[in-house]
């Protein structure tokens, strides 16, 4: 009888363990989306999302995306973070150009 009730109580946390868990993401605040397409054929599109953690931390993370004409493709990322008293705590910038092949 005491083996059967341990073995619900373990069953019991196992099962409400991502109950709890769900409530630790991070918060999405804003999420914006633009593009533009030129006269020549080429393309950008800027992302932006803001995010929330529980301690206050304020993420922005900006995508920007540039595509020309031959189908070339420049992505650059920046992550900027803010703690809750207004300093910058991270600021990351990240460029990717893949190469072009003839």
């Known amino acids: 009888?005491?083996?059967?009730i341990g073995s619900l109580c373990v069953a019991a946390s196992i099962l409400a363990l991502?109950?709890?868990?769900?409530g630790c993401g991070d918060r999405e605040?804003?999420?914006?989306?633009t593009s533009k397409v030129s006269s020549d054929g080429s393309s950008k599109v800027k992302e932006e999302v803001v995010t929330?953690?529980?301690d206050g931390t304020v993420t922005k993370e900006e995508?920007?995306?540039k595509?020309?004409?031959?189908?070339?493709?420049?992505?650059?990322e920046?992550?900027?973070?803010?703690?809750?008293?207004?300093?910058v705590t991270k600021e990351e910038t990240?460029?990717?150009t893949p190469p072009v092949t003839p």
């Open 63 to 65: 995508i920007n995306k």
């Open 78 to 87: 920046t992550v900027t973070s803010k703690s809750p008293d207004g300093t």
């Open 52 to 54: 929330q953690k529980r």
């Open 29 to 33: 605040v804003s999420h914006t989306t």
């Open 67 to 76: 595509v020309d004409n031959s189908g070339a493709t420049k992505t650059e």
């Open 1 to 4: 009888m005491k083996i059967q």
């Open 18 to 22: 991502p109950l709890g868990l769900a």
């Open 94 to 96: 990240h460029t990717t």
